[in-house]
């Protein structure tokens, strides 16, 4: 697939990723945003996400995202989805159904393809990968290499995860030969936390319990702790990975409560739990090493019904 060939006669393009969107989500938007927007710019193009997290407001055109979803568009000649099937594109997925043609771009097996066309690579390391093999590479520049770059970086965990193919590394190796600071990148995405980030990382930690036998480790930050310290959704990234390094356990259990009894649940495995099936069963999903799913419940049966799925496949 190349993304040009879609391209004859479109007037308007719309681009969106999943809600919560997270690196690779706005990289491979911010990405084929700025391929288009740069050899198309007679074309009306959009892109729609959520949030975006402030480390990654670096990336180019970012201040141009439409966070409120609205559009005088009555229907894209062409909604591109990414990272995610259209169901999970929340109030875009209107946009995605009134298109007039669609485009599905993503790496989750989880997917069964939900545009017109479909460029569905479970083995593929991230969606921004997958970017990088549709668009003409001669017409790339630094800004859309650091956004496909960034999404490589988190999806990949620098390059660790088991996603991690000779091909991931061949795109990387092009993608930095355009002088940006990879370094300083990864330090900025991965590795940097704010005080209070911190914070709630030493909580977490300080109050897990270990499972199993000390196979799999669970910690819970509930709503009045997040209000305590007044952290958001947003300070609760990296802390599931962290977990998942302490020595003899093989699955991390991370859960933040968003609203009372509702859980935001995140699942890591070193290979020997296939946690994606468990995050599928509860309306999530994912990959075999890292997914998530919502779930309501009092911390202790969220707990009880997830490590009952662990203990199964243990």
Request: charged letters at 20%; aromatic letters at 8%; glycine letters at 8%.
């Amino acid at each position: 697939m190349k993304i040009d060939e879609f391209m004859q006669d479109v007037k308007t393009v719309g681009i969106s990723g999943h809600i919560r969107p997270d690196g690779d989500c706005i990289g491979s938007c911010m990405g084929m945003y700025l391929y288009l927007s740069k050899n198309y710019p007679e074309v009306d193009i959009q892109v729609f996400l959520e949030d975006i997290p402030p480390e990654l407001e670096f990336i180019k055109d970012t201040d141009k995202v439409n966070k409120d979803y609205t559009t005088d568009v009555d229907s894209f000649d062409l909604f591109i989805a990414l990272d995610c099937g259209k169901d999970r594109l929340g109030n875009a997925e209107g946009f995605f159904d009134a298109a007039k043609n669609t485009v599905n771009i993503d790496h989750h097996i989880s997917n069964p393809g939900t545009g017109k066309i479909n460029y569905i690579a479970p083995t593929a390391s991230s969606a921004c990968e997958l970017v990088y093999t549709v668009i003409d590479t001669e017409k790339m520049d630094e800004d859309i290499a650091k956004s496909l770059y960034t999404g490589i970086v988190t999806d990949t965990g620098v390059f660790k995860y088991s996603c991690t193919s000779p091909k991931t590394m061949e795109i990387a190796a092009k993608l930095i030969s355009y002088g940006f600071d990879f370094g300083s990148l990864i330090d900025h995405v991965f590795y940097e936390k704010t005080y209070l980030q911190n914070q709630i990382l030493g909580r977490a930690l300080l109050e897990s319990i270990l499972l199993m036998d000390g196979k799999c480790i669970v910690s819970v930050v509930s709503k009045q702790t997040m209000d305590f310290y007044g952290a958001t959704s947003n300070d609760m990234d990296g802390i599931v990975n962290q977990m998942l390094l302490t020595i003899g356990v093989g699955c991390s259990i991370f859960m933040y409560e968003e609203e009372p009894m509702t859980y935001r649940v995140s699942l890591r495995s070193d290979g020997s739990v296939d946690v994606s099936k468990i995050a599928k069963l509860l309306g999530g999903g994912g990959h075999m090493r890292a997914a998530g799913c919502t779930v309501n419940g009092t911390q202790h049966d969220v707990i009880n019904n997830i490590t009952k799925y662990i203990q199964q496949q243990l």
